[in-house]
Every structure is written in C-alpha cells, then in structure tokens.
C-alpha cells in the first residue's frame, strides 16, 4: 500500500518510532563527558605586546568618528565583554559536551572563535552590513579583526593600499576594530587602527637580505609590533574583567568532586553549590555541570537536597535578593545563582543576617556546627 505521494507506508514513520529517535537523540546528547585540564595557554601574549605599557595620547583624526561612537553608547564597555564572553561560551556549547575550556576544541571549532566574535558583535550593537568592509559604525566603513593570540590579527590585502599589489589592493588604508580576550587571564582588549602597508610585519629575505612583505599561505599578514603606537585601545587599553569561566578557575580538586558523579546531573550541580558559596553561579557553568536538557531545574532542585545540610541555594526571585541582600552577598540576575551556609546566630552576633519567623541566620564560618537551613518563603520578604 501506497500513501496520497505514492510512498510505501511501511516506510512511513509512525508516532511510536518518532518517539524511538527523539530518545535516541537524547542519549546520545546527554552522555556525561569529563575533560582533563588544559595543559597549555589558550594563545600567546608576547611581552612586547603588552598593552599597559604604552598607548596613544590622542586619538587619531581618521579614527575620531569611532572612538566617540564607543564612548557615547549605552554601556558599551559591558555589552563589548559580555559579548565575548558567549562568543566562546556558544562554541564549547557545555550543555552537549561537558567542555569548559577553549583547549577542548576542535581545530576546526577554534578557526570560527573570531567568526562567532564578528556575529555576537554584530547582534549585541545592531551594527549595518558595510559597503565594502564588515561593518558601518558612524556612517564608515570598518573591519572587525579577532585573535586569541595578542598581536595576531592577520589582514588581507583588500584592507591597505600597496601598489604591488594591483588589483588586490583596498580602495584606501582602512580602519579595523582589533579583538582579543584569554580566558586564562579573564583578560580582554578592543582596539582601533588604520591598517597601513608600513604597519604589517615585513621579514627579511634569505636569498637577498632585503626586507620583503611577510605573508602566510592566505596572502595575508600580521600587524608589526611597531605598530602597537598606532592603535586607540578604548577603554584605556588591557581590560582584567573578562565574565570569569568559574569552572576553568575553580579549585582542581573542587572541579574533581563536581564531576566524580558520572551517571547523576543533580548530583554534580549539588555539589557545584557544596564546592562554589559566596560566588555567583551562572547559567552557563550549570549547563555544562548538569550535561542535561532541564538542567536549569537542577539547580532549583539543589535547594531541597541541600536544605538539610544548611545550604541556601538563592536566586533572583521572591525572597532570595533580600536575603542576599541581608547577607551581603552578591545580588543574583535571571539566570544566576548564589549558594550560602547559615546557621541561626543570636542577637550577641555581630554578622550580617536576616530574620525569618524570628530567628536570626548568618553566614556559617568553616569550622561552625552544621544544621539544617530554614524553609523560604516565596513571596518576597518586606
């Protein structure tokens, strides 16, 4: 028998096969991996490239019109770090494969870094196409660069005018925005130039002993570090606050206990929030922990199994920003956690606390006598 498109209905699939393959899928999504630690630096951070020690006392006239764009928009410095902060978080997708490090990448998956840095860029300020270049800030044209390595843009022979080059050459020396982050360091930097054929790398020839254009097998070259002068870092140059990767920072031997439970999700976001209190805890590392599809809900499910031992798993809604804020701890956003040991204390106690059906609770010390946590109430405390 034949179905309306003359198919076989045999080979037609059936709602209880359909539900085989979502199951398939999920598995093989959900399979728990562990990875070891990095024995190797994200990129390379050459001394001579180090950016607080120099750095431009104005800003050159050509770049002006974007310097100010930067400086004029709306929290622009956050919205730049944050962006990439995801830029690297979407590529080890930590839901699907348990990495939380750039070295558990692929070689292939570490050539998009800068792609995905030029489309979150894209996104987060709205930026229009160019004309002839990535993108148009304050009406001009300008070429987003990335690098995980300091120094290490590579840049195209469209991108500078050299009459070697004939009909290869740009239509004028052009502007770029140069990226660079190192989620090592949780250092970050942004800044401008005009790409010139005097400021790329130039290597001296072993035949002649004549200096000649350095380029790779992509016929492009890198920026000399001479150059380094000519660059507008905006925000007065090397940033420190790259959003942290908690799991790559985090105590080798805490991340060991966080993952010693192999065939259970909310057992490791449990002990995620036993190993990590006083800081916050963000989607993303619960993502990677849980390795599952619910597992925001593991980490509202951590706040029954961690009551008894007197852990408060806290987040943004009803009465938790007051009791952090009571605390003084972190406030957490949507999508943040933050976890804390209380004790009740008496009214003698001089540690920040809050009052909850007229006992007082405050943070635990570390070698303080455990018991349970109080119950909270929903509703926001007045």
């Known amino acids: 028998m034949t179905d309306q498109n003359g198919q076989p209905l045999h080979d037609q699939p059936t709602a209880a096969t359909q539900d085989s393959r979502a199951r398939a899928i999920r598995r093989k999504r959900n399979v728990f991996r562990n990875h070891r630690v990095p024995t190797t630096p994200m990129g390379k951070v050459p001394a001579a490239w180090a950016i607080e020690s120099y750095g431009s006392d104005g800003v050159p006239a050509e770049l002006v019109p974007f310097a100010d764009w930067f400086d004029a928009e709306d929290d622009a410095r956050e919205r730049f770090r944050w962006a990439l902060r995801d830029s690297l978080d979407e590529l080890l997708d930590g839901q699907r494969t348990g990495r939380w490090a750039y070295q558990h990448l692929s070689k292939t998956e570490k050539t998009y870094l800068g792609t995905a840095v030029e489309v979150n860029l894209t996104k987060e300020f709205e930026f229009p196409n160019g004309s002839h270049l990535d993108w148009q800030i304050a009406g001009r044209d300008i070429d987003c660069k990335f690098s995980k390595d300091l120094g290490g843009w590579e840049i195209p022979m469209e991108m500078y005018l050299c009459d070697d080059h004939g009909g290869r050459q740009g239509k004028a020396n052009q502007p770029a925005l140069v990226t660079w982050l190192n989620d090592d360091t949780s250092q970050w930097a942004a800044g401008?130039?005009?790409?010139?054929?005097?400021?790329?790398?130039?290597?001296?020839?072993?035949?002649?002993?004549?200096?000649?254009?350095?380029?790779?097998?992509?016929?492009?070259?890198?920026?000399?570090?001479?150059?380094?002068?000519?660059?507008?870092?905006?925000?007065?140059?090397?940033?420190?606050?790259?959003?942290?990767?908690?799991?790559?920072?985090?105590?080798?031997?805490?991340?060991?206990?966080?993952?010693?439970?192999?065939?259970?999700?909310?057992?490791?976001?449990?002990?995620?929030?036993?190993?990590?209190?006083?800081r916050i805890v963000g989607r993303q590392t619960v993502l990677t922990?849980?390795?599952?599809?619910?597992?925001?809900?593991?980490?509202?499910?951590?706040?029954?199994?961690?009551?008894?031992?007197?852990?408060?798993?806290?987040?943004?809604?009803?009465?938790?920003?007051?009791?952090?804020?009571?605390?003084?701890?972190?406030?957490?956003?949507?999508?943040?956690?933050?976890?804390?040991?209380?004790?009740?204390?008496?009214?003698?106690?001089?540690?920040?606390?809050?009052?909850?059906?007229?006992?007082?609770?405050?943070?635990?010390?570390?070698?303080?006598?455990?018991?349970a946590a109080p119950r909270l109430p929903k509703k926001a405390i007045p």
């Open 192 to 278: 401008l130039m005009t790409i010139t054929d005097e400021r790329l790398r130039w290597r001296s020839d072993t035949k002649t002993g004549q200096l000649v254009r350095a380029y790779n097998r992509d016929n492009k070259r890198r920026v000399n570090i001479s150059a380094r002068k000519d660059i507008h870092w905006l925000w007065g140059g090397l940033q420190t606050d790259l959003p942290r990767n908690l799991l790559l920072h985090l105590n080798v031997d805490a991340r060991a206990r966080v993952f010693s439970f192999p065939r259970s999700g909310q057992a490791r976001v449990n002990q995620l929030f036993r190993e990590v209190q006083g």
């Open 289 to 371: 922990v849980a390795q599952q599809d619910d597992a925001p809900k593991r980490a509202r499910d951590a706040r029954l199994s961690l009551r008894p031992e007197g852990i408060l798993v806290l987040g943004h809604q009803g009465s938790h920003p007051h009791i952090a804020r009571a605390l003084e701890l972190l406030m957490p956003a949507k999508g943040e956690w933050i976890s804390v040991r209380v004790v009740p204390v008496t009214e003698a106690d001089s540690r920040p606390f809050f009052t909850l059906n007229g006992q007082r609770w405050a943070a635990a010390r570390d070698a303080e006598p455990g018991s």
